[in-house]
């Protein structure tokens, strides 16, 4: 069974952090499509529960980019959160020791690639033969971004790993990590023109929700939780933001109570204005929250993002 991107991505962070490094989305993304395709050749089960997208630019995994958006091509901060309807919080999902391949495998991951620069990674995904090459290759229409199918990760990987078994010098996993690291040996350290691009796209979507945030008045919100005081009838919602303010705002009736814990449990991507109190939420068409709203609307040029 699959497990959720976030969890993947968290893990990923923890071990990197561990380890002394910090990731920016690029380059998280690339460990994250990595431990993906060794996942399947090594196990023949996807690791992530997310389409792989094949865009112009590279490999793209929605849910990651989108969390981290903010940050562009710098190191990300804080984990990908989700809402954890059971305890009215938000939640970081990782990936435990009770799940051990899993587990071990970013592990080794982690330690393999750390070798090489993200241009390095990111020229590796681009190389002919690669899913994302054949993706966008074999798609009927590229107006669409083609997802990288399972089945390529399968194809690619397993040849690898079949190469490894040959020499008979593998571990449990059926990889070498010296294998894994010779992939990577011949590729320059210079971004090949699709990279340039990528980095470009990464930049250009931090540029669009920074400069559309009137100068930062709008702020990622990492973690939130509800209260409710039965007697007085009023509830209280505490913001956690990504710079480590925290906000409380009150709730003056159940139905805000219960319009917040919709949206907290629906969307990925949540908004605190620091200057209006104002809430917004989503990526793609962020609006005001009904009755949270008591300054002014959410910039409407936030729509596009």
């Known amino acids: 069974m699959p497990y959720e991107t976030f969890a993947v991505a968290n893990s990923l962070i923890d071990l990197a952090d561990l380890a002394g490094q910090r990731l920016n989305s690029v380059r998280l993304q690339k460990l994250v499509y990595y431990a993906h395709g060794w996942h399947l050749a090594i196990d023949k089960s996807p690791l992530i529960n997310e389409t792989i997208e094949a865009r112009p630019y590279g490999i793209i995994i929605p849910s990651i980019c989108n969390g981290f958006k903010e940050f562009g091509i710098d190191p990300i901060q804080g984990h990908l959160t989700e809402f954890d309807a059971t305890t009215n919080n938000w939640v970081a ?23 090489y620069d993200t ?32 089945d390529l990760f399968l194809d690619s990987f397993s040849s690898l790993v079949r190469a490894n078994k040959q020499q008979k010098d593998y571990n449990y996993f059926g990889i070498r990590i010296s294998d894994i690291q010779a992939i990577g040996d ?5 971004p090949d023109e699709t990279t340039l691009s990528e980095y470009a796209f990464y930049e250009q979507e931090a540029k669009k929700l920074h400069g559309s945030a009137r100068k930062g008045t709008w702020k990622r919100v990492i973690k939130c939780s509800l209260s409710w005081d039965t007697s007085a009838r009023t509830g209280l919602l505490t913001l956690h933001l990504v710079d480590g303010v925290k906000y409380d705002i009150k709730l003056n009736s159940s139905q805000e109570l219960d319009g917040v814990r919709k949206i907290m449990h629906r969307e990925k991507a949540i908004f605190y204005n620091i200057v209006s109190g104002s809430i917004a939420w989503g990526w793609r068409q962020l609006s005001g929250a009904t009755g949270l ?13």
């Open 119 to 150: 241009v390095q990674l990111c020229n590796l995904t681009h190389l002919p033969g690669s899913p994302w090459q054949i993706a966008r290759q074999t798609a009927n229409d590229l107006r669409r971004y083609p997802a990288i199918s399972d």
């Open 293 to 305: 709203n008591r300054g002014a609307q959410p910039d409407h040029a936030l729509q596009d993002i």
């Open 93 to 115: 999902p990782k990936i435990t020791i009770d799940h051990g391949i899993a587990l071990a495998l970013l592990e080794s991951i982690g330690r393999t690639y750390e070798a």
């Open 186 to 190: 011949h590729v320059q350290s210079e």
